[in-house]
């Protein structure tokens, strides 16, 4: 009875702990390099470099970015405007412009989804043509594969001048209209054109100059055509449209211009609608605007039934809303009501 321990009785607290305390402290192990682990992957933190992915210098890529032709327009723009207001002149001569009233809707029949192809080519060769007046002349590389005096797309002889004179934008019109009536090609595939067009200058830093830009065109052409449409026009379709070149010269054009895009052709929509309303935009600062037509009977009974179809569509989502809304009414809510002191 006087013994104060016992085999029954279990250690005390304090025993435990100094039993623990014996344990060795945790030692982090050192972090093995990737020679060491054989492997050689790069990091995702390594590849996708914020600062380096400037929004500003790929505007292909990212729909928040303002494209290239749009900036190199304004100077022209400005000088345009400055010199019609000083000549105290309308930038559209008479006025011609047509305006809706009460009566009488003005619209025009392209949209983002369906552009109209004849003013689409028109606001495209527009781009081209800012591109190569506006043009950087710091001595950027001209790239072989482009070069028309080494490539030329027809057997008559390349003048010694070739690239001093930038070519008229009726002279680029004429050359992407007759590929595309050629070779049946569609509006949408304008715009991306224009977009593979100026994510080859940014990746492969290099400028479009009358010197090459009628390959360069031509594979921002080829490559769209098989990108956008199902039933694409093959390379040597394209030598039935340019009699004098031959499919080697347009296959290898085809794969140089993959390389320097690095196999990029995605066109996400929301780069492509960017793209389609900033041609509008330099259509309307250039007096280029799209035809307007007056609003027939048919066109507004479309119209009425395409919004009938979409408020069809998104009828239950508005019900499924206002259910929502009108659930806070059955929560218990005190009301304070006036007090009558006679």
């Known amino acids: 009875m006087g013994n104060s321990t016992s085999c029954c009785v279990s250690s005390s607290p304090k025993l435990r702990r100094n039993a623990h305390s014996r344990l060795e402290p945790y030692r982090p192990e050192p972090e093995l390099s990737r020679e060491d682990t054989g492997c050689n992957l790069q990091h995702i933190s390594d590849r996708e470099n914020i600062d380096e ?13 303002s494209t290239i032709f749009l900036s190199k327009s304004q100077t022209d723009v400005r000088e345009k405007r400055k010199s019609l207001y000083v000549n105290h002149q309308h930038p559209s001569g008479p006025m011609r412009r047509k305006y809706s009233s009460c009566s009488t809707i003005f619209l025009d029949d392209s949209t983002v989804s369906q552009p109209n192809l004849k003013y689409t080519i028109k606001c495209v060769a527009l781009a081209i043509y800012y591109h190569i007046k506006n043009r950087n ?45 050629a070779a049946q090609l ?23 100059c009358p010197a090459n830009w009628k390959r360069i065109v ?12 199902d039933q694409a026009v093959w390379n ?4 039935q449209i340019l009699k004098d070149i031959t499919v080697e010269d347009m296959n290898e054009l085809e794969r140089q211009f993959l390389e320097l895009l690095q196999f990029n052709i995605n066109v996400p929509s929301s780069v492509y609608a960017k793209y389609y309303f900033d041609l ?55 009301r304070w009501s006036p007090a009558i002191i006679s």
């Open 53 to 65: 992915l400037n929004m500003e210098y790929n505007p292909s890529d990212h729909p928040r970015a």
């Open 137 to 181: 002349v710091d001595g950027r590389m001209l790239l072989d594969i482009f070069d028309e005096k080494l490539h030329p797309l027809s057997k008559s002889e390349v003048p010694s001048d070739y690239d001093k004179h930038d070519p008229e934008q009726k002279q680029i019109y004429r050359f992407v209209r007759t590929l595309f009536s």
């Open 186 to 208: 569609t509006a949408e595939c304008a715009i991306v054109t224009l977009v593979y067009l100026e994510r080859l200058l940014t990746y492969a830093e290099i400028d479009i």
């Open 218 to 229: 031509l594979g921002a052409i080829l490559l769209a055509s098989k990108v956008w449409d």
């Open 236 to 239: 040597v379709d394209y030598c």
């Open 280 to 334: 509008r935009s330099l259509s309307e600062a250039n007096n280029l605007s799209f035809p307007l037509e007056p609003l027939s009977r048919d066109k507004a009974q479309k119209l009425e039934a395409i919004s009938r179809l979409c408020d069809d569509k998104y009828k239950d989502l508005r019900k499924a809303a206002k259910k929502r809304s009108v659930s806070a009414d059955n929560l218990t809510v005190v």
